[in-house]
């Protein structure tokens, strides 16, 4: 079981580059999720995603794009990167609120990007 | 407000003890879940134990338990005969059912550090 996948896994980027995450998931879950985590700070939620071809901002979503093209795929956009934007990059996907608030997320093994 | 709080950044314990660790929460909402995860040094997110608001036991899976105090809003994590393996970040995490995004998302608090010791 493949679960959720997260590419790549790591990144260094430059200040002013774009750069796309991708994340895919074989269970599927209507839900997916992008969160940054930064010590200190949790894990905090950038955008979502509800369904195929629907996405919302979460706590954090400035600086950032999300498409949702196919149920399977969550792509995380990032069109000018910038320092504050280094950070560990985690996906989530989980089934519907259909199956009860106890449905639990699934993470990816995260990104850790580093914008210099 | 912060609608998960985890007061201790970090704890120590002694091997094959016990260790509590705590978590409170906010919402008005009647209905909604509160979720453990579990973030060892390889960095996945590993999920422990879930408790519903209506739920009339408190949770347990294995040596993990959840000590819910629906009145006083808390949901604490008690991990029975620790082992180095316990080592890691551990995150309380809410999902509320009526509260708009909060019916779709799980909102983290910022973690709790606990290192067994030998």
């Known amino acids: 079981n493949a679960g959720v996948t997260q590419t790549p896994k790591f990144r260094v980027l430059k200040t002013g580059q774009s750069m796309t995450l991708l994340c895919a998931q074989d269970?599927?879950?209507?839900?997916m999720y992008w969160y940054r985590q930064d010590p200190g700070m949790g894990l905090r939620l950038i955008h979502y995603s509800v369904g195929e071809g629907t996405t919302a901002k979460g706590e954090v979503p400035d600086g950032y794009n999300v498409s949702r093209l196919k149920k399977q795929n969550f792509l995380l956009g990032l069109e000018s990167a910038a320092p504050s934007q280094t950070s560990v990059y985690f996906c989530a996907s989980s089934y519907s609120m259909d199956q009860g608030l106890g449905t639990k997320a699934f993470f990816g093994q995260g990104t850790r990007l580093t914008v210099v | 407000a912060q609608k998960i709080t985890q007061t201790q950044p970090g704890m120590f314990v002694q091997e094959k003890e016990a260790v509590t660790l705590d978590c409170t929460y906010d919402t008005s909402d009647q209905s909604y879940g509160l979720f453990w995860y579990k973030q060892p040094s390889s960095g996945e997110m590993i999920f422990l134990i879930y408790q519903g608001s209506y739920d009339e036991q408190n949770a347990t899976e294995g040596r993990y338990s959840l000590n819910f105090q629906k009145a006083r809003k808390s949901a604490n994590l008690v991990i029975s005969a620790s082992q180095l393996g316990d080592s890691a970040m551990y995150f309380c995490?809410?999902?509320?059912?009526?509260?708009?995004?909060?019916?779709?998302?799980?909102?983290f608090g910022k973690g709790t550090k606990l290192s067994v010791i030998p």
């Open positions: 269970m599927n879950h209507e839900y």
């Open positions: 995490a809410m999902r509320e059912r009526y509260s708009g995004a909060g019916s779709y998302q799980l909102t």
